[in-house]
């Protein structure tokens, strides 16, 4: 049974930085995806970023030269790093694992006030 536990998440004002934490466990596969989706209220949830266990990563174009991710494959930990952030990166940030399917973690709140 996979599980993924997030952390990390809090209340910053606009032009702040917070680091988002994911650990994995379970998990019987080498090769897989990590990454963060985020879901703002009134609004469908969409992908922020991931990176496969080779180190590749994509980014949403919102985030890109802002927001970081990065994964400790010894520790099944992925990370995202966001820096600059804006009150319209307020959402709940859901850690997902993609390996053979779909896992979710449970969401951390990040709220961006002006």
């Not at 970023?49 to 400790?72: C, E, H, L, Q, W």
């Not at 930990?77 to 009150?87: G, R």
Request: proline share 1%; hydrophobic share 30%.
């Amino acid at each position: 049974q996979v599980q993924l536990v997030e952390s990390g998440g809090g209340l910053v004002q606009a032009g702040g930085s917070l680091r988002l934490s994911c650990a994995a466990s379970g998990n019987r596969f080498s090769f897989n995806v990590m990454g963060w989706y985020r879901q703002a209220s009134g609004k469908q949830r969409e992908l922020v970023a991931d990176i496969t266990s080779g180190g590749s990563t994509n980014y949403a174009d919102s985030v890109k030269g802002r927001f970081t991710i990065s994964r400790d494959n010894a520790k099944n930990t992925v990370y995202l790093q966001m820096n600059s952030l804006k009150p319209e990166d307020t959402a709940v940030y859901y850690c997902n694992l993609y390996s053979v399917r779909h896992y979710w973690g449970q969401g951390t709140q990040v709220t961006v006030s002006s």
